[in-house]
């Protein structure tokens, strides 16, 4: 439900909420996690159910949130297991969050109806009924009062929807099935959405699609907090589509003096990871492109990158090898200044796992998403718009900012191939959502794409579609390219800080 | 007919709990311009947290012509702007 706010969006901001507060003010030395039980009388308060059938059935459903903002796997529904299992060796620093990623919460899914075409309402029973004619396979007939679809024969061609003059015929799907291109939604023996985590990149949006708020990932606010109160050094670095996010009046310097009131060391554009990546891409086209790489597919955003080589293995090695932005701007921080820790802090929900892997996980300690930093500063009472200007640690160039928005990367990796040779027409294709990169994958098999650049995005919009926004796409699109148009440097080759 | 001046608290609780969806459904209001007239007519203006959350009202909280509107949604701030528009009318 993406640009409405919905009681979605609610319910899983006042979890971070909650679960910020409590990381900021509880006793740190203290094992007591009582609060978390009162969590759920907070969220839904009273004796009536606020949105669904039974305010129990809404409270057990933040718990399970509550667990999963905390780092934490979800308790079985049919044994017993006390809310606050596990939570003293995550206050530890033992954990950092469990696997797999992404949830639903079992009772929290309403069985949708996987894809079907039904008859509605609109049928008028007319003496045309083209639906009958145009079925290939005889599904459709002429009931009592309207169209019948048989829906043993029906094969879901679609030709009847578009057929009816009535608009009365209609496909019927899982919106989180719809809304992921890895299709990586499966059903369990109850008829209850589940994820395929063999073929799910965690790209985030059945999170923010599910209209009955079923869908989770997991958080890691607590486990930066706790960090911060331990009087760790944590540095933040921060992804180029934040700008814009946190409301008209949070100024990126006042963005920055924000995250620094919460006790973050430094404030580092992950856009100066983004401009040294540009440089190693560029490189890396010219020259193995098309010579032993038939095209040169872009690395920064992981659910596209791990995408392409679970679809497509044949075609893995055309992935640059160049680490993401975050693992570069990560790298940096911890060469400048060892034993920082790095919070990574973007749209980003595959971000996280990304950080999880084996030769990420020295340098990134931490995730978290803009709608997890604003619950941060909602829980300390920061106001963002009475923040002084303060400054980002780096500068990053205008190509490196435009990372944020789909055709960014591509125009900054072309730029940055023509400064190395002048006169070489760079073509590119570009996608922004899984099942688009699929296309252009297959088409980049069938030897479509031979020399091209292949930016893969798994967000509509690119980064400032991330499921872990705030903003508006078109709005958080502007803002990124005011703020990259700001750089005094036009792209990576520029950036002195290189 | 007047302009109808709708501040909308841009402060860090209000915006957690939505207000920039709300800024974003009243510019959308022109787009029905064709069936309600006077919805071009409407100046929003992001305001920095007057602290009504911190005196027990839950945000989003939004100002129609300085009328406060604590708990706010598109729906009930949509209806608000055009009652106001309807009663300068008449």
Same mark, same amino acid.
């Given at each position: ?32 996690? !009582? ?62 969050? #469990? ?15 996987? #894809? ?66 890895? #299709? ?59 700008? !814009? ?177 002048? !006169? ?31 930016? !893969? ?42 | ?90």
């Amino acid at each position: 439900m993406r640009g409405i706010f919905t009681p979605i969006t609610k319910i899983r901001r006042q979890v971070f909420s909650e679960v910020a507060k409590f990381a900021f003010e509880h006793d740190i030395e203290g094992d007591d996690f !009582g609060y978390f039980y009162e969590s759920a009388y907070r969220i839904i308060p009273g004796e009536e159910p606020l949105y669904r059938d039974s305010v129990f059935k809404e409270r057990a459903i933040i718990r399970e949130r509550i667990r999963m903002a905390m780092g934490l796997p979800m308790r079985p529904t049919g044994t017993h297991q006390p809310l606050t299992e596990g939570m003293q060796d995550t206050a530890d620093g033992k954990k950092r969050l #469990d696997l797999p990623l992404v949830n639903v919460i079992p009772f929290a899914c309403e069985k949708c109806p996987t #894809d079907r075409i039904q008859v509605s309402d609109n049928c008028r029973k007319c003496l045309a009924h083209p639906c009958t004619a145009v079925c290939p396979v005889k599904a459709v007939s002429i009931g009592k009062n309207a169209a019948v679809i048989d829906q043993d024969k029906c094969i879901k061609c679609g030709r009847c929807i578009t057929a009816c003059p009535y608009h009365a015929i209609l496909r019927f799907g899982r919106p989180c099935a719809e809304a992921c291109g890895a #299709d990586a939604i499966d059903s369990d023996e109850l008829g209850r959405a589940v994820i395929n985590q063999e073929k799910c990149v965690a790209c985030g949006l059945c999170i923010v699609t599910c209209p009955f708020a079923a869908i989770s990932d997991k958080s890691e606010i607590f486990q930066v907090i706790t960090a911060i109160r331990r009087g760790k050094r944590v540095a933040a670095i921060i992804a180029p589509s934040f700008v !814009g996010q946190f409301g008209p009046l949070a100024t990126p310097g006042k963005i920055v003096s924000g995250i620094r009131k919460l006790g973050l060391s430094h404030v580092i554009e992950v856009g100066w990871g983004a401009d040294y990546g540009s440089m190693q891409e560029a490189d890396e086209f010219i020259v193995h492109v098309p010579h032993d790489k038939k095209f040169l597919g872009t690395s920064c955003c992981p659910s596209w990158a791990m995408f392409a080589r679970n679809v497509q293995p044949e075609t893995s090695d055309c992935i640059a090898l160049s680490h993401t932005p975050m693992v570069a701007a990560a790298k940096k921080v911890k060469e400048l200044s060892p034993g920082t820790l790095v919070v990574f802090i973007g749209p980003c929900v595959a971000k996280k796992l990304e950080a999880l892997e084996d030769e990420v996980r020295p340098y990134v300690d931490f995730v978290i998403t803009y709608e997890e930093l604003m619950g941060m500063f909602s829980a300390k009472e920061i106001e963002l718009s009475d923040m002084e200007e303060d400054t980002l640690g780096t500068l990053a160039s205008r190509d490196g900012r435009g990372y944020a928005v789909a055709g960014g990367v591509a125009e900054a990796l072309v730029n940055s191939i023509k400064r190395r040779q002048p !006169g070489r027409e760079v073509p590119f294709m570009k996608a922004d959502n899984l099942r688009d990169c699929h296309k252009m994958l297959r088409l980049a098999k069938a030897g479509k794409a031979d020399g091209y650049l292949l930016e !893969g995005m798994a967000c509509p919009g690119g980064c400032v579609g991330g499921p872990g926004t705030l903003s508006l796409i078109p709005r958080a699109g502007s803002a990124v390219k005011a703020f990259a148009a700001s750089s005094p440097y036009l792209s990576a080759d520029d950036n002195p800080m290189l | 007919m007047g302009k109808i001046v709708v501040e909308v608290c841009a402060g860090t609780h209000c915006t957690l709990m939505g207000s920039m969806d709300i800024i974003d459904a009243i510019a959308s209001l022109p787009e029905i311009g064709h069936i309600e007239d006077g919805l071009n007519d409407i100046e929003v203006i992001p305001v920095p947290c007057r602290n009504h959350c911190k005196e027990n009202m839950v945000g989003p909280i939004v100002y129609v012509e300085g009328e406060i509107i604590p708990q706010a949604d598109q729906e009930t701030v949509l209806a608000a702007i055009i009652n106001k528009i309807r009663a300068q009318k008449v």
